[in-house]
């Protein structure tokens, strides 16, 4: 079959590099790709937005299945169009859910009244929206810090902002209705209660009745070494994390994977694609901090390495409704992945320069995210550069893999945090535990 991958950062080169793996596929086209993933597949140069071109790319180049990578097409409508097109009805299958339950990433309100709907666990919350800066400030008066908030729309992974100060919880909350710090997508603020514990990254597939679970990851969203700093991309991620014992994971399918699913169902949405369960692990109980409607970046680099089924396979299921008679087989081994990125990421960084060594690493993946060709040498184009995943035999050989390889390549400017996976390796894994997932 012809597949289409919509996307061009790590997570996209990561998909390209499992796609195409498969006995499945006859040709991968990739739009936009980057140099990295244009290696396992056909770059191409699609306007979304410009359905009639899309509508007949789609047709000439017989693609049976869409993938699409990142949230905003999917929140867009992207699917929809696909979807409700005659000319494509029932020829193509979208990897990813329409706009209406794309609302689970797209609305951080939509998502909690979801949850609080469906008993599954989360934060206790409250939504203002503009013209109520006065009861927000009332409310953040009665709570306890800290104090947690997030614009309700997309916000490039900036729309949160945790913090023991009442005065800058205020003034958070007043920048955000007032449009000034995300625009639209803060004008609607929900203000949360503060969960202390650790994270976890759960993941699963869907056609919309069955689901499968994919390997959990922890990632790591702070700039600087210890979790100082600003939020980002991420900048790092474990699979399978140490803590996420079966136990755990039993508890994660029962209480929130299948009644997410359920819930989808029972409110008549339908789901076809990745569900990205941003997880808080409070005394060994999960909780939902929030939900994304694809995979996570970079925690697919590190998850998908582990995936010894066939993704297309999986994709198959979807599109034919028979995901429930796939098998997903993991590798037990652990991957840690570590992020290079540009000095000054996530605010002001250079781009142009020259990126060296990638031919030596030879006992890691390297997935690239920011980078271009500038004549014939690969240079940086973004924050985040490329991202370096290796394997070990446990979490410690695992970490010391992917330094070895991730200090094989350098440019200038290059930054990374130096301590992936040491807050893990530091964690008394639970007495009794069976292997994590």
Same mark, same amino acid.
């Given at each position: 079959?012809?597949?289409?991958?919509?996307?061009?950062?790590?997570?996209?080169?990561?998909?390209?590099?499992?796609?195409? $793996?498969?006995?499945?596929?006859?040709?991968?086209?990739?739009?936009?790709?980057?140099?990295?993933?244009?290696?396992?597949?056909?770059?191409?140069?699609?306007?979304?937005?410009?359905?009639?071109?899309?509508?007949?790319?789609?047709?000439?180049?017989?693609?049976?299945?869409?993938?699409?990578?990142?949230?905003?097409?999917?929140?867009?409508?992207?699917?929809?169009?696909?979807?409700?097109?005659?000319?494509?009805?029932?020829?193509?299958?979208?990897?990813?859910?329409?706009?209406?339950?794309? $609302?689970?990433?797209?609305?951080?309100?939509?998502?909690?009244?979801?949850?609080?709907?469906?008993?599954?666990?989360?934060?206790?919350?409250?939504?203002?929206?503009?013209?109520?800066?006065?009861?927000?400030?009332?409310?953040?008066? *009665?709570?306890?810090?800290?104090?947690?908030?997030?614009?309700?729309? !997309?916000?490039?992974?900036?729309?949160?902002?945790?913090? %023991?100060?009442?005065?800058?919880?205020?003034?958070?909350?007043?920048?955000?209705?007032?449009?000034?710090? =995300?625009?639209?997508?803060?004008?609607?603020?929900?203000?949360?209660?503060?969960?202390?514990?650790?994270?976890? %990254?759960?993941?699963?597939?869907?056609?919309?009745?069955?689901?499968?679970?994919?390997?959990?990851?922890?990632?790591?969203?702070?700039?600087?070494?210890?979790?100082?700093?600003?939020?980002?991309?991420?900048?790092?991620?474990?699979?399978?994390?140490?803590?996420?014992?079966?136990?755990?994971?039993?508890?994660?399918?029962?209480?929130?994977?299948?009644?997410?699913?359920?819930? !989808? $169902?029972?409110?008549?949405?339908?789901?076809?694609?990745?569900?990205?369960?941003?997880?808080?692990?409070?005394?060994?109980?999960?909780?939902?901090?929030?939900?994304?409607?694809?995979?996570?970046?970079?925690?697919?680099?590190?998850?998908?390495?582990?995936? *010894?089924?066939?993704?297309?396979?999986?994709?198959?299921?979807?599109?034919?409704?028979?995901?429930?008679?796939?098998?997903?087989?993991?590798?037990?081994?652990?991957?840690?992945?570590?992020?290079?990125?540009?000095?000054?990421?996530?605010?002001?960084?250079?781009?142009?320069?020259?990126?060296?060594?990638?031919?030596?690493?030879?006992?890691?993946?390297?997935?690239?995210?920011?980078?271009?060709?500038?004549?014939?040498?690969?240079?940086?184009?973004?924050? *985040?550069?490329?991202?370096?995943?290796?394997?070990?035999?446990?979490?410690?050989?695992?970490?010391?893999?992917?330094?070895?390889?991730?200090? !094989?390549? %350098?440019?200038?400017?290059?930054?990374?945090?130096?301590?992936?996976?040491?807050?893990?390796?530091?964690?008394?894994?639970?007495?009794?535990? =069976?292997?994590?997932?």
């Amino acid at each position: 079959m012809n597949v289409l991958l919509i996307g061009g950062g790590g997570r996209e080169h990561a998909m390209a590099w499992k796609i195409a $793996q498969s006995s499945l596929l006859d040709e991968l086209f990739i739009s936009p790709g980057n140099p990295g993933s244009q290696r396992h597949g056909r770059a191409v140069d699609l306007d979304l937005n410009d359905h009639k071109t899309l509508r007949a790319f789609l047709l000439e180049k017989r693609i049976r299945i869409v993938v699409v990578g990142p949230e905003g097409p999917l929140v867009d409508g992207l699917h929809d169009r696909i979807a409700d097109d005659p000319q494509l009805a029932g020829k193509v299958t979208v990897i990813g859910p329409r706009k209406e339950a794309a $609302q689970l990433e797209g609305s951080k309100d939509f998502a909690k009244e979801f949850m609080f709907r469906h008993n599954i666990p989360t934060a206790a919350h409250r939504t203002f929206v503009k013209g109520q800066l006065a009861e927000a400030v009332e409310h953040l008066e *009665r709570m306890n810090p800290p104090y947690v908030i997030k614009a309700d729309g !997309l916000a490039a992974g900036k729309g949160v902002v945790i913090t %023991s100060d009442r005065k800058e919880a205020a003034a958070t909350v007043k920048a955000m209705l007032e449009g000034k710090a =995300h625009g639209a997508a803060g004008e609607r603020v929900v203000i949360e209660q503060f969960l202390n514990g650790v994270e976890l %990254s759960a993941f699963l597939i869907t056609d919309g009745t069955a689901f499968k679970m994919l390997p959990s990851a922890k990632d790591y969203k702070r700039i600087g070494a210890g979790d100082t700093g600003p939020n980002t991309g991420g900048m790092g991620a474990v699979s399978p994390v140490p803590f996420a014992d079966r136990d755990l994971m039993q508890k994660v399918h029962d209480r929130i994977a299948a009644p997410t699913v359920r819930g !989808l $169902q029972k409110d008549g949405i339908p789901y076809s694609g990745f569900i990205f369960m941003g997880l808080m692990v409070v005394n060994s109980e999960p909780y939902v901090i929030e939900y994304n409607v694809r995979m996570g970046d970079p925690e697919t680099q590190a998850v998908l390495p582990r995936l *010894r089924s066939d993704l297309l396979d999986l994709f198959e299921g979807i599109a034919t409704g028979t995901l429930s008679e796939r098998h997903v087989d993991v590798d037990d081994r652990t991957a840690v992945t570590i992020v290079l990125a540009s000095e000054g990421y996530p605010d002001k960084f250079e781009k142009g320069n020259t990126i060296v060594g990638l031919e030596q690493v030879r006992e890691a993946y390297v997935f690239q995210a920011g980078t271009a060709v500038k004549g014939d040498q690969l240079v940086t184009n973004g924050g *985040r550069v490329m991202a370096v995943t290796a394997f070990g035999k446990d979490l410690e050989q695992a970490v010391l893999a992917a330094y070895r390889s991730a200090g !094989l390549i %350098s440019y200038e400017g290059k930054y990374m945090r130096t301590d992936i996976g040491q807050d893990l390796l530091k964690m008394p894994v639970p007495k009794g535990a =069976h292997q994590p997932w």
